[in-house]
Nanobody, 126 residues
């Protein structure tokens, strides 16, 4: 059974940085999954942030985070990362790691993903 565990969230001032991590256990080899990050702010729908292909050769970032956030993965560590720079108060949300066992690209909607972590809170103060 696939489990995803996020870490790295917290409180940061606007303009600051955080790096989120997500470790996968169980299921097939980590490199078999496209990995993604989503976020959900209070009263809003879950939205796509970024995704990365099986070997990390291609990435896809939402326009709202492009140039500020970077997704990366380390298949040897079964871990996907989200480096977040120049954070803004509107980035405040619960951030979720997700995995999909598929062969297409890209995957940019929540319904396409098979597995989810429990989420980690990111709060950006102004």
């Amino acid at each position: 059974q696939v489990q995803l565990v996020e870490s790295g969230g917290g409180l940061v001032q606007a303009g600051g940085s955080l790096r989120l991590s997500c470790v996968k256990t169980g299921g097939r080899a980590f490199s078999s999954y496209v990995m993604g990050w989503f976020r959900q702010a209070p009263g809003k729908e879950r939205e796509f942030v970024a995704a990365i292909t099986w070997t990390g050769g291609s990435t896809n970032h939402a326009n709202s985070v492009k140039g500020r956030f970077t997704i990366a993965r380390d298949n040897a560590k079964n871990t996907v990362y989200l480096q977040m720079n120049s954070l803004k108060p509107e980035d405040t949300a619960v951030y979720y790691c997700a995995a999909v066992d598929g062969s297409r690209w890209p995957y940019a909607t929540a319904s396409e993903y098979d597995y989810w972590g429990q989420g980690t809170q990111v709060t950006v103060s102004s």
